[in-house]
């Protein structure tokens, strides 16, 4: 009975199966959330753990059936090894090991020519969740001098159960797409311990209904324009046969449209958290906050012209498991740059088997590194600051954000095409318009730097 309907609400949406069955998944997160707070939330952690458990589980096999095996046998693996092998680097590199092996192989045998929603997708997910897990009780058998101010709030000192585990990687409002949060989170929400009110139940609603407003206003963006910007239309004639202005304004456009697909998710998906209390982080300057589990930054989103301002306003758990548990612990290699470029390929991977993962990744640090240069240069000259901060101000910023956005949609390029032959064929058709450009600036930028800045003036801004 469920099939039928499902198949004529994706018809009449015009939106593929899987994708209509994603977002009322992450709808019911609201539903679950709801349940928890009016029935729940004064029960036992066991019978909470249990309804997160058996709900997740349910939402899994409603979107990818059988399949969902997949992450079960991943979450007991891992369980194991806890049990097993201990606070050890063993575990640990065991952990990291199997988890990320067990992703590619899924990524290898499932891999097709476009983007499809299917088990791998929420995977990537729980890769992180469990891998995460297993460097958080590791740093438990640390003494608390030993840790960061991150490393405390997540570091586990006993040993979860599975029924305690499982509820942890099969909550609803992170399950499928996200976010990212500990342990230490979870194990806060069950104790009633997120919550503005002592005692009882969050006053969340209000915020949560906001970010599903907010959420609900980009998929409408996104259903609405991203059908006349579509991948296919890379690798037509027609596209190739349009003047290069043409070729440009659609990369721009595409991805400006394109990403609403997951802004929307995530911003929705994040409305569930902060209902359930899971979004809760404390109170700054008399106000409670609810940005624990915010995965988007929509409104920097939307008006930074700098590719660093997208970078920090989007997928911004994913970016923050990143730097704690990948970027940081390689401190040890004593160079920031290498450090930096490893946890970037390790991203790439992390998305996936395909070359243009590698591209994309390699492409923004680039990106970075040349505009990281030119905002030291425009702060140690004078002229050039002093241009920044005139009336023509509005114009360099609409001028910054056409280049901000053209060259974020060239970096996706292939990131959404995957295959060596298909973004190839799009670069050439624009003469690799971006990497011309960056690796240009990136040249000479020590020649503008010597000829706009003066020693004496960059000795006196270092001392300010």
């Given at each position: 009975m469920a099939a039928p309907l499902l198949?004529?609400?994706s018809e009449s949406l015009g939106s593929p199966e899987p994708a209509v069955r994603l977002i009322l998944s992450i709808l019911t997160g609201y539903l679950c959330a709801l349940v928890y707070r009016h029935f729940l939330f004064y029960k036992s952690t066991t019978v909470i753990h249990l309804f997160h458990v058996v709900s997740g589980l349910a939402l899994g096999a409603f979107n990818f059936g059988s399949q969902l095996c997949h992450s079960t046998v991943c979450v007991l693996v891992q369980?194991?090894?806890?049990r097993l092998m201990g606070r050890t680097v063993t575990a640990v590199l065991s952990s990291f090991t199997f988890q990320m092996l067990y992703l590619l192989a899924g990524y290898y045998y499932t891999a097709t020519e476009k983007y499809d929603i299917k088990w791998t997708?929420?995977?990537c997910v729980l890769t992180l969740k469990l891998i995460g897990l297993s460097l958080d009780y590791y740093d438990g058998r640390k003494d608390a001098s030993q840790l960061s101010s991150e490393q405390k709030k997540s570091a586990l000192r006993s040993v979860p159960s599975l029924l305690e585990v499982c509820g942890f990687c099969y909550f609803y409002g992170g399950f499928l797409v996200g976010p990212q949060f500990t342990l230490r989170s979870y194990q806060r929400l069950v104790a009633g311990e997120l919550t503005d009110c002592p005692g009882k139940p969050p006053n969340s609603l209000?915020?949560?209904?906001?970010?599903?407003?907010?959420?609900?206003?980009?998929?409408?963006?996104?259903?609405?324009?991203?059908?006349?910007?579509?991948?296919?239309?890379?690798?037509?004639?027609?596209?190739?046969?349009?003047?290069f202005w043409y070729r440009c304004a659609f990369i721009l456009l595409w991805a400006k449209f394109g990403l609403y697909k997951y802004v929307s998710c995530w911003v929705i998906a994040e409305g569930s958290c902060i209902l359930s209390g899971l979004g809760y982080n404390g109170v700054v300057d008399g106000k409670h906050q609810w940005d624990a589990c915010a995965n988007m930054k929509v409104w920097?989103?939307?008006t930074t012209p700098l590719f660093g301002g997208t970078?920090?306003?989007?997928?911004?758990?994913?970016?923050?498991?990143?730097?704690?548990?990948v970027f940081k612990r390689l401190r040890f290699l004593g160079n920031k740059t290498l450090s930096h470029v490893t946890t970037l390929f390790f991203l790439a991977i992390w998305h996936g088997l395909h070359s243009g993962y590698v591209l994309c990744f390699s492409m923004e640090f680039l990106i970075i590194i040349v505009e990281r240069q030119a905002q030291a240069l425009v702060r140690d000259s004078p002229a050039l600051t002093k241009l920044a901060n005139s009336w023509l101000y509005p114009l360099i910023y609409v001028v910054q954000q056409l280049i901000h956005w053209l060259f974020m949609g060239y970096s996706l390029v292939p990131f959404c095409l995957f295959a060596y032959d298909r973004w190839l064929k799009v670069y050439s058709s624009i003469y690799f318009c971006g990497h011309v450009f960056f690796l240009t600036a990136f040249l000479i930028?020590?020649?503008?730097?010597?000829?706009?800045?003066?020693?004496?003036?960059?000795?006196?801004?270092?001392?300010e």
């Open positions: 198949e004529k609400l369980f194991l090894m806890l997708m929420p995977h209000i915020p949560a209904l906001k970010r599903f407003g907010l959420g609900f206003v980009c998929l409408v963006l996104y259903a609405v324009f991203s059908p006349y910007y579509p991948d296919s239309y890379y690798l037509t004639d027609e596209y190739e046969a349009q003047p920097l989103f939307e970078i920090a306003s989007f997928n911004i758990n994913t970016n923050a498991w990143a730097a704690r548990h930028m020590p020649y503008l730097r010597k000829a706009l800045v003066h020693k004496k003036e960059h000795s006196q801004k270092k001392e």
